[in-house]
């Protein structure tokens, strides 16, 4: 099963990702901040990451260069942001996100990217039970 | 205002603006028939594209201003 | 009510109750940068958390308190008072909202637009703090994210097919040439216009289309009913413009518009067994590509290139997997690989290039829209929706409420308020008849109107039935936020506590179960404070170290039964007699004589409280008398029942409704006054020989029970007799206070009526006794007394 891990320190965000990401079959692992974030991805790899821009301790752009900054496989990164400025999203790909969207996510609209970037096709996507 | 009413005929001058829509609206409410001379208008604004869209006056003349003329072109002749 | 939704109210409270404190605590150091961080990120956490569902009113709220906060934190706002205070405003605004709509009980949030007004002035307030401080940022409208999660213009296909085969030649030889084509449809929102937007000049600054299409999102109206300012116009065009110029382009409306950069078309794909993809799997993989791309074309140099190529590369395999492509591994690899040797995207960029000419993409040009057949020039509204992957509650529930109607609690209480005066009304009717008879002497009109009145009587009484109906909600309103609260209480304490909770479908009136919560909380929270014991003292009392709070409720004729019971320690009647003597409350007579029972109500009695040490959750000696009054204020009554060792139950009984008060109407020195007749367990006439003077009280013995007897004059503090009836008996109304009884001597006991219960307002709101006035039907003012109190 393909693991998710999602980083927000809104636990309501968490749950709406986690209740999508979840109907779509995936495992969700949550992480409040970034430096709990990293502490996951030392216990064991994830297939994606959905990051949070503003949180406590160690923010989104922090947190995605730790991670980029590893000798581990780089799986895809999403960064989820409240802001559509273009200046964050060239920040977000600077720090090392893959994609970059804005809150708040339609969850068709996640579920898709996240397909995507899983690399699921068409055939693996069907509309879950 | 950007609008002169000639009988059947409305003459746009230059730009309309957006209370312009009203008013071209209205009369083209009260006269069905009515057509719009375009020729000297740079620059309408969306709502009067929205009621001329809606409207579907007879155009007696199309902007001299070329891009504009294409864009209501299309918006009126799909 | 949904989870989500649950969890977001829930959060929400927190982050408002921590954003409260910071702010007093930034007042005594406004130099603090960590508090004003953290702040900021709260004010931040809480908007992007209303984002997710349609509050736009909270919404604007806290993006304007954001954006002062941001302006704060980045020193271009002093921190000062009139921030502190604004912020404060706002939040207690946005804790309203919370709290309505944690009260609505829906599955859906609730339509807050009613306080949209409140909302603009607050932000604007907000805004006008920071404007003060800088000029020249860019106004609140424009750079404001629509409110309301605008729908997103539908991410249909591009039916590129469908284009005039002219054009479609055209645009392949353009992309083949290499231009940099892109499709772009624009949907303005419809309040677009009044935000000073022209679409039409942001589309003409575009410059010339290679195909452009101008339409309607819904089908124009006749001509007279439309709205020429609200914008439902859309336009489409190819552009052959970079796909970054047309994001920078509209980069404040980015939610109105789809820009797909386009690919030169391919010999369809023979490789692949895969189905060709859908709309929205093409247009995640091109918004994919294009980012990996745009990260690809970075240019620095940091520590951690090497793990962001590789990110691009396991993104750019993932991407082309998922549209059915299995990619060259090996190519990939190496590609990579020179990259990370020469810190260059270079070798990927070219990779990725490659692997685009090749065509052996499945292309987005060769996709036609689920669903729409390839010669559907327009495809309809529903057939450019993508097929949604997956079903999300908040859609689903909307549709299901279609048989609920949702009204304001205002007009329920206009109609309660209506039929309350219909009810008095028609009570005229009974004086009418007897003025037609007494004196006008016709006594057949007499008989008629006593007969019309009993039909309206009836259908008065079934509409305020039915009105009743509407009012009545479910005791689970109150009662589901006792599992957190116990769970958290239990915690604090240290105990463990099972909370069983029954009946919670159980009905009330509104007014009812709104005002149980309090009292039930306190309840509770005593029972865990001081009813339940620790696991260790469970255990050495040989009970299971699980404690038991039940709350159980039921409906019992025409009242509702709330029983909290627990299996604590129970309460110790000598303790509570003991307690009572120290306190004064009773003195060295009673400490013998009272029964058990009786000494364990003396916890209702004020000033008493039980804990041995103040404790922070039942606070100081707000004690059970509280909770009495509480619940004596909807004319409810509390029973304590309590086995030591073995657990205390109180029994909390209230009517169904408190709309409609039945009163007897009784006089005392020439005046009326009414008596809730829930009060009143009988009216007797006792003769003057039967009243006996015992310790100076007045007594008559009523079925073998001594009664004490007290005038109302004398409770009135009136200096004159009661006056007997011809046969020299007193009229006696026998009242229930708690479970005594005691009569009070009146001059006569008259009929029963109904009436609507007004509180006493003004000057005579702090008068003590009665319970409110009435109108009745002959015009008058009736005072209502309450017993309770006057005794």
């Known amino acids: 099963m393909k693991r998710i891990l999602v980083i927000d320190d809104a636990a309501t965000v968490r749950l709406y990702h986690r209740s999508i990401l979840e109907e779509l079959g995936f495992e969700v692992t949550e992480a409040v901040n970034g430096l709990e974030a990293l502490e996951r991805v030392a216990e064991g790899d994830f297939d994606l990451y959905l990051v949070d821009i503003n949180m406590p301790k160690l923010d989104g752009y922090g947190f995605l260069r730790e991670l980029r900054g590893k000798d581990m496989p780089q799986a895809p990164a999403i960064m989820v942001s409240t802001e559509a400025g273009a200046n964050d999203q060239k920040l977000a790909f600077l720090s090392g996100a893959n994609l970059y969207i804005v809150k708040p996510v339609r969850p068709e609209r996640l579920a898709s990217h996240v397909l995507t970037l899983l690399g699921m096709t068409p055939n693996g996507r069907g509309a879950p039970s | ?78 | 009510m949904n989870p989500l939704l649950d969890q977001f109210i829930t959060e929400g409270r927190d982050i408002l109750q921590t954003i409260g404190e910071r702010l007093l605590q930034l007042e005594d150091t406004p130099d603090d940068s960590a508090l004003m961080g953290e702040l900021f990120r709260l004010v931040h956490t809480l908007k992007g958390n209303s984002g997710l569902f349609d509050l736009p009113e909270m919404t604007r709220v806290l993006h304007a308190a954001e954006d002062l906060m941001d302006a704060v934190r980045d020193g271009r706002r002093p921190f000062d008072r009139p921030v502190a205070d604004r912020l404060l405003e706002a939040m207690d605004f946005v804790l309203a909202l919370i709290d309505e709509i944690g009260d609505s009980a829906e599955a859906a949030p609730p339509n807050t637009a009613r306080h949209a007004n409140d909302a603009l002035e607050l932000a604007n307030a907000l805004r006008g703090l920071l404007a003060a401080a800088q000029a020249t940022t860019p106004t609140a409208t424009e750079t404001e994210p629509a409110a309301t999660p605008a729908p997103s213009p539908a991410p249909a296909a591009m039916p590129l097919e469908a284009l005039p085969s002219r054009i479609q030649q055209e645009l392949t030889q353009r992309l083949e040439a290499g231009e940099p084509l892109c499709w772009l449809t624009y949907e303005p929102e419809e309040e677009c216009f009044f935000k000073g937007e022209d679409p039409f000049h942001q589309i003409l600054q575009l410059g010339e289309p290679c195909w452009r299409r101008v339409s309607s999102r819904e089908d124009w109206p006749p001509l007279a009913e439309l709205d020429a300012y609200r914008c439902i116009l859309r336009f489409e065009a190819i552009l052959n413009t970079p796909a970054e110029a047309l994001h920078e382009h509209f980069r404040y409306i980015p939610e109105q518009v789809r820009i797909i950069p386009l690919q030169p078309p391919a010999p369809t794909s023979a490789s692949s067994s895969e189905p060709p993809p859908d709309a929205e799997t093409t247009w995640s993989f091109n918004v994919v590509l294009e980012a990996q791309r745009e990260i690809l074309g970075l240019t620095d140099n940091p520590p951690w290139l090497s793990g962001r190529l590789r990110a691009v590369a396991t993104t750019l395999e993932a991407a082309f997997a998922s549209i059915g492509q299995v990619v060259e591994r090996d190519a990939l690899e190496q590609a990579l690989h020179s990259a990370d040797a020469s810190h260059s995207s270079q070798p990927l960029l070219n990779w990725l290039d490659e692997q685009q000419r090749r065509g052996d993409t499945q292309l987005p040009t060769a996709a036609s829209p689920p669903g729409a057949p390839a010669e559907d020039i327009a495809p309809p509204p529903e057939a450019q929706e993508p097929q949604e992957p997956i079903k999300f509650g908040r859609r689903a529930e909307d549709r299901l409420a279609g048989h609920t109607l949702k009204v304001d609690q205002a007009k329920v209480d206009r109609l309660m308020n209506l039929i309350g005066e219909m009810v008095v009304t028609k009570n005229a009717l009974p004086y009418l008849a007897n003025r037609a008879e007494e004196v006008f002497g016709t006594r057949e009109l007499a008989r008629e109107i006593k007969a019309q009145y009993g039909i309206i009587n009836r259908i008065a009484e079934e509409m305020q039935d039915a009105i009743m109906q509407i009012r009545m909600m479910p005791v689970s309103f109150v009662l589901q936020r006792f599992p957190r609260l116990v769970r958290d209480t239990a915690r604090k304490l240290g105990k463990e506590v099972r909370l069983v909770m029954e009946g919670e479908s159980t009905e009330a009136d509104k007014n009812i179960i709104e005002a149980l919560a309090d009292p039930l909380v306190h309840i509770v929270r005593n029972s865990l404070d001081h009813g339940l014991e620790s696991p260790a003292e469970r255990s050495a009392a040989g009970k299971p170290t699980e404690g038991r709070l039940t709350i159980s409720a039921r409906q019992e004729s025409d009242r509702v039964v709330i029983e909290i019971s627990d299996d604590g320690r129970g309460i110790d009647p000598d303790r509570i007699r003991r307690k009572a003597y120290e306190r004064g409350l009773i003195g060295e007579p009673e400490l013998e004589r009272l029964t058990d029972q009786e000494a364990i109500n003396l916890v209702f009695a004020a000033g008493f409280s039980t804990a041995e040490q103040v404790s922070d959750l039942s606070g100081r000696g707000v004690g059970m008398d509280v909770v009495r009054n509480a619940i004596a204020c909807v004319n409810g009554a509390v029973e304590l029942h309590s086995q030591l060792g073995q657990g205390t139950r109180l029994r909390l009984s209230l009517p169904l409704s408190m709309a409609v008060t039945n009163v007897m109407i009784i006089e005392s020195a020439g005046q009326r006054f009414g008596v809730p007749m829930d009060r009143v367990a009988e009216t007797v006439r006792v003769a003057r020989n039967d009243i006996r003077t015992i310790k100076r009280r007045l007594t008559t013995v009523l079925r073998g029970r001594l009664v004490p007897l007290v005038t109302l004059n004398d409770l009135l503090a009136l200096t004159i007799e009661q006056v007997p009836n011809d046969d020299d008996e007193f009229a006696v109304l026998v009242v229930r206070i708690g479970a005594d009884h005691l009569g009070i001597i009146v001059d006569d006991c008259r009929e029963t009526v109904d009436i609507i219960l007004k509180p006493l307002g003004g000057v005579l709101a702090g008068l003590g006794g009665y319970a409110g006035s009435a109108l009745l039907g002959d015009g008058s003012v009736l005072l209502v007394l309450n017993p309770r109190e006057l005794l």
């Open chain 2, 1 to 78: 205002m950007a609008l002169e009413f000639k009988k059947v005929t409305a003459v746009v001058s230059e730009q309309m603006t957006v209370e312009d829509a009203e008013i071209l609206l209205d009369w083209l409410i009260k006269h069905p028939r009515g057509r719009i001379n375009l020729s000297a208008c740079t620059h309408l604004h969306a709502a009067n594209l929205q009621v001329l869209m809606a409207a579907r006056p007879r155009i007696s003349a199309w902007p001299r201003h070329a891009p504009l003329a294409a864009w209501i072109k299309a918006a009126l002749t799909p």
